[in-house]
C-alpha cells in the first residue's frame, strides 16, 4: 500500500539559509500534519491542514510557514535557518472522512543547519 | 490538555526477558492510542494501534492494552531480543487533533 512520502530525506544547509520540505500524503488522505522531534526530544505538533486550509497551529516559529496544495501535498517553508532547527520533521496524514482519524507517518527529513 | 507520561525513561533488560512499558494520559476522551518504536536518528515505526473502544491489540510478541477510563496504556514485550533495542514512544489521538506523545521509554536488551 502506498505510504506518505517525504522529500528530501536528508538536508544539509548554513545558518540563516532557507529550506522546503515536501510531503505527499497517503492517496485519498486530505489531511496534513507536520511534527518536529528535536534530538533526545519527543515529536511535537507544528501545524496542519485540512483540505488546503490550515487546520491546527502548535509551536511552529514564525519563521516557518506551511501550505496545502490542491494535489493535498503540503510544504514546510523554513526561513532565516538556527542551529536549533536541526531535528527531524515528520509529516503524517489521515483521511478523517472515512470515520478514521489515524494519522500515518512519513520516513522524516532530517534538516541540519551548520 | 492532553498529557502523556511514560515510564520509565529508560530501561535496561537481559535477553529473553518479558517486561512491560507503561504510558499513561491526562484526558481519557481518546479516540485512539498508539505505539511506535524509533531507532537511533531513525523514523517511527508503527508497532500498534488501540481504537478507544478495544482493550488490547497483539502483534506477534508485542500486546499493548488499553484502559481508557484510568487512562493507562502498557506494551508487554515477550522473550526480548537484543534486536528489541530502541526507543518507544506512546502517543494519543483525541478527535480530529494533533498526536500528543510521551519522551518515550529507551530500551536496552542486553545479550
Known amino acids: 500500500a502506498a505510504g506518505v512520502i517525504q522529500s528530501p530525506r536528508h538536508l544539509i544547509k548554513e545558518k540563516r539559509e532557507t529550506a522546503t520540505l515536501k510531503c505527499y500524503p497517503i492517496?485519498?488522505?486530505?489531511?496534513v500534519y507536520w511534527y518536529q522531534q528535536g534530538p533526545g526530544q519527543d515529536p511535537q505538533f507544528l501545524i496542519s491542514?485540512?483540505?488546503?486550509?490550515?487546520?491546527d497551529k502548535g509551536s511552529i516559529p514564525d519563521r516557518f510557514s506551511a501550505q496545502q496544495f490542491s494535489d493535498y501535498h503540503s510544504e514546510l517553508n523554513m526561513s532565516s535557518l538556527e542551529l536549533g532547527d536541526s531535528a527531524l520533521y515528520f509529516c503524517?496524514?489521515?483521511?478523517?472522512?472515512?470515520?478514521?482519524?489515524?494519522?500515518?507517518f512519513g520516513p522524516g527529513t532530517r534538516l541540519t543547519v551548520l | 490538555k492532553q498529557e502523556v507520561t511514560q515510564i520509565p525513561a529508560a530501561l535496561s533488560v537481559p535477553e529473553g526477558e518479558n517486561l512491560v512499558l507503561n504510558c499513561s494520559f491526562t484526558?481519557?476522551?481518546?479516540?485512539?492510542l498508539q505505539w511506535f518504536r524509533q531507532d537511533p536518528g531513525k523514523g517511527l515505526t508503527s508497532l500498534l494501534l488501540?481504537?478507544?473502544?478495544?482493550r488490547e491489540q497483539t502483534s506477534g510478541r508485542l500486546n499493548a492494552s488499553l484502559d481508557k477510563s484510568s487512562g493507562r496504556s502498557t506494551l508487554y514485550i515477550a522473550a526480548s531480543q537484543p534486536g528489541d533495542s530502541a526507543t518507544y514512544l506512546c502517543?494519543?489521538?483525541?478527535?480530529?487533533?494533533?498526536?500528543?506523545f510521551g519522551k518515550g521509554t529507551r530500551l536496552s536488551v542486553i545479550a
Open positions: 492517496p485519498r488522505h486530505d489531511t
Open positions: 491542514f485540512y483540505e488546503k486550509m490550515q487546520s
Open positions: 502517543a494519543v489521538l483525541s478527535g480530529n487533533t494533533p498526536l500528543v
Open positions: 503524517a496524514s489521515s483521511y478523517p472522512g472515512q470515520g478514521d482519524n489515524t494519522q500515518y
Open positions: 488501540i481504537q478507544s473502544s478495544q
Open positions: 484526558d481519557s476522551a481518546i479516540y485512539n
